[in-house]
């Protein structure tokens, strides 16, 4: 039988036209979830086994795979999957998880590359089986759906009969932890779905989703237990039967059925007591408690927007997962010019008099025209690259995703020097001062190179690994006082809940405090003087960090429970924006004196905030939305 590595949607009429008849055979499937592949030494070993051990059992007719089939998400990982994968001796589907985007050193590209596709529709016994992707592609942002997968399915449910049976797959459960929950269960009610099939908990467990039969399956990884395992799954004419196999050893008994019944004299199951039921939908109820913060204009895009824009005057630039540049007119919204790279783009752009410097996941760096938005040049760096830019005295400084380091001579983009064995992948923009510039990058290292020639100065390991590591905080050079004088500089980088200041010739920290609990989201006063620290459950700090140390000055709590999106505050003299996870900002007094208002401009991560002057705020959500708030 052919292996299916990802199926496009399969339309014979011989196969579609079987729900309707009575005779249907049951079928079983095997599934895995959460296969961690490079997380831990035995990941590998319990995927390898479950495969010998679907291939030996006769009764398995093909497996799915949903999501978090890698660790990291990186190239290297995927190649050794892919190399696994070729153990099966029966068909296969698989689905991409957060795992497998989110620390992405390839701009979440490789799996699409590699398997040919992030979504999956398949028939199997009159039973359409229909997976989409997952997101989100921001580090630390709570789940998503991507935009496209979302259109895609829609347009795959739209062409499904009403009365076939579905069984849904994604990585993530139907529930409000998803940020767009509800538009993947109001497109699926429009259809025969049996079950919705989940992973991303590692636990096997039922539930109801809005009236839809949903399923959360265990991960594959053995943890505590000698060996791994994984679910098989029965179809039959009145039920889906769910059994936890322990890989080599025993299947235990059904821990979970769904039980489905006949519609009329058909035989093509329904799943029991589905209600069109809305439990929860985004409240915006916030909005009218502070009635003066506006919405002057609003754009929505079609797809995600997972980087920070940019602005210059009256045009505010940004990028989104599409590849597509766009400048907007920050006074009405409306389009000034658009351009298109090849591939996905996670990278904010960095606006000069009259360039707009931009990466790409298609591997370029783009100089266009500010004003017109064509292309003056474009180097090839040759690998997908979702580092930030930065300009300094006619020089582009921009990290790389394969150890790389670049200055390029911004009038025509060739190379001033490369350096080159980094450790981990880059997304931040670097800092410069007049002799050095500084990176940090997802191997846990923060890096200082001579502006001049690339050489690395010194360089800083956090030592708590991947997960901890300086990658997504910008960097900042700060002046502070030092005998009644601003002559001195530190250099400020958030990370493994600590920020610390570093002396920018040897890289010495001057000082460090893990007291606001934040991770990579910093803001700084106008003048540069206080310092404003996101933490990670509900907390905004502030410090003056003016004298050569960190001096408390307020802890302000914020009306939620976590926020560890990684998306830099905006601040004035008055006010410190808060992105939030749930798409509300927050603008907090930078007296401490709390919060002055709130606004909720959607139900997605907000991933960018701009001071456009004028008491004007552009604010970007994940899910495409960006708003221009005037406030009081």
């Known amino acids: 039988m052919k292996r299916i590595l990802l199926a496009i949607c399969m339309m014979a009429v011989s196969v579609v036209s079987s729900y309707g008849q009575s005779n249907r055979a049951s079928f079983t499937f095997a599934w895995l979830s959460d296969v961690h592949l ?14 010998e051990d679907i291939n030996a059992n006769p009764a398995v007719d093909f497996t799915i795979l949903s999501g978090d089939v890698t660790e990291f998400g990186d190239t290297k990982e995927f190649l050794l999957l892919q190399e696994i994968l070729k153990d099966f001796r029966k068909p296969y589907l698989l689905l991409p998880g957060n795992h497998d985007v989110n620390w992405s050193e390839n701009g979440c590209t490789m799996f699409n590359k590699i398997f040919k596709a992030s979504h999956f529709c398949h028939d199997w016994q009159g039973v359409r089986f229909i997976g989409c992707g997952a997101g989100p592609s921001l580090r630390m942002g709570p789940p998503h759906i991507p935009r496209e997968e979302i259109l895609w399915l829609d347009s795959i449910v739209r062409t499904t009969p009403r009365e076939q049976p579905v069984i849904f797959v994604n990585h993530f459960p139907l529930n409000q932890d998803l940020s767009n929950w509800y538009e993947v269960t109001d497109i699926l009610k429009t259809r025969n779905v049996l079950v919705a099939l989940a992973g991303h908990l590692h636990t096997n467990r039922s539930y109801d989703a809005e009236g839809i039969s949903a399923v959360i399956g265990r991960s594959s990884l053995r943890r505590e237990d000698p060996i791994g395992g994984y679910n098989l799954v029965t179809v039959d004419q009145d039920s889906i039967t769910f059994r936890e196999r322990i890989i080599k050893t025993e299947t235990r008994p059904a821990w979970s059925i769904v039980h489905l019944k006949m519609a009329g ?29 506006r919405e002057a204009w609003k754009q929505k895009d079609v797809t995600d927007i997972a980087s920070q824009g940019n602005i210059d005057g009256h045009l505010y630039i940004y990028t989104n997962t599409a590849g597509m540049v766009h400048a907007l007119d920050t006074r009405n919204g409306k389009t000034v010019w658009t351009y298109a790279t090849g591939n996905k783009i996670f990278s904010a752009p960095f606006i000069t008099s009259q360039l707009a410097i931009v990466s790409s996941c298609d591997g370029f760096i783009y100089a266009l025209d500010k004003q017109k938005g064509t292309v003056c040049w474009k180097y090839d760096t040759g690998y997908p690259i979702v580092a930030c830019p930065t300009v300094t005295d006619g020089n582009i400084y921009i990290g790389s995703s394969n150890g790389k380091f670049y200055s390029l001579r911004l009038a025509d983009g060739i190379p001033n020097w490369i350096t080159d064995g980094l450790n981990g992948y880059i ?60 002559s001195e500089q530190v250099v400020v980088i958030s990370s493994d809940y600590f920020v610390r200041a570093f002396t920018p010739q040897d890289g010495k920290i001057l000082w460090a405090s893990d007291e606001a609990k934040g991770r990579e989201s910093l803001g700084f006063s106008p003048d540069g003087k206080t310092m404003y620290v996101k933490g990670i459950r509900n907390n905004i700090t502030a410090a ?5 140390s960190y001096i408390p000055l307020w802890n302000t709590q914020m009306p939620y429970e976590s926020n560890f999106i990684p998306t830099r505050m905006e601040t004035t003299e008055e006010y410190v924006f808060i992105p939030t996870e749930f798409g509300v900002v927050h603008a907090v007094r930078t007296d401490g004196s709390g919060i002055a208002w709130s606004h909720k401009v959607s139900h997605s991560a907000v991933t960018s905030l701009k001071n456009a002057g004028d008491r004007r705020l552009i604010v970007m959500t994940m899910d495409g939305t960006v708003t221009c708030l005037t406030y009081p």
């Open 38 to 51: 490079n997380s831990f030494a035995y990941a590998e070993d319990d995927l390898r086994q479950a495969i």
């Open 427 to 486: 997304e931040s923009r670097p800092a410069t001062d007049s002799e050095r510039v500084y990176t940090g990058t997802w191997g846990a290292m923060f890096y200082a190179m001579d502006r001049k020639s690339g050489e690395k100065i010194w360089e800083f390991n956090t030592g708590r690994g991947r997960y901890f590591s300086p990658g997504a905080c910008w960097p900042v050079v700060l002046p502070y006082e030092k005998e009644g004088n601003l």
């Open 544 to 548: 003056d960090i003016s004298k050569g």
């Open 265 to 293: 004299n058909a035989s093509q199951g329904t799943a029991d007591e589905k209600q069109d039921t809305v439990y929860y939908r985004p409240d915006f109820s916030i909005n009218s408690n502070h009635p003066a913060v």
